[in-house]
């Protein structure tokens, strides 16, 4: 049973920062595929970012690029959102993706609000 618990949402103002964590109960987490998303109401989930298994290369939706940065901690089965800069819109709920053999695997989300 696969399980990952996101944490470290919040209040933010316009501007500021937020890391988010990841942490997952798996074996092997060095060959999941790691990624972040986010869905605000009303919408579709919008994938964010992706670390993927073997080189760990890092992709970035576009609207995050420069802004945003994917890591892991394999030694911690962790995977990180460092958010900086974050504006109105980045507001959602941001979820953690794992995917291996096929299988998509989420968390419960954790809220961002960036708000003055």
């Known amino acids: 049973q696969v399980q990952l618990v996101e944490s470290g949402g919040g209040l933010v103002q316009p501007g500021g920062s937020l890391r988010l964590s990841c942490a997952a109960s798996v074996n092997l987490f060095s060959l999941y595929v790691m990624g972040w998303y986010r869905q605000t109401p009303g919408q579709q989930r919008e994938w964010v970012a992706t670390?993927?298994?073997?080189?760990?290369?890092?992709t970035y939706t576009d609207s995050v690029k420069g802004r945003f940065t994917i890591s892991r901690d394999n030694a911690k089965n962790t995977v990180y959102l460092q958010m900086n800069s974050l504006k109105p819109e980045d507001t959602a709920v941001y979820y953690c993706?794992?995917?291996?053999?096929?299988?998509?695997?989420w968390g419960q989300g954790t809220q961002v609000t960036v708000s003055s």
């Open positions: 670390s993927g298994s073997g080189d760990y290369s890092t």
């Open positions: 993706n794992a995917r291996f053999m096929q299988r998509d695997y």
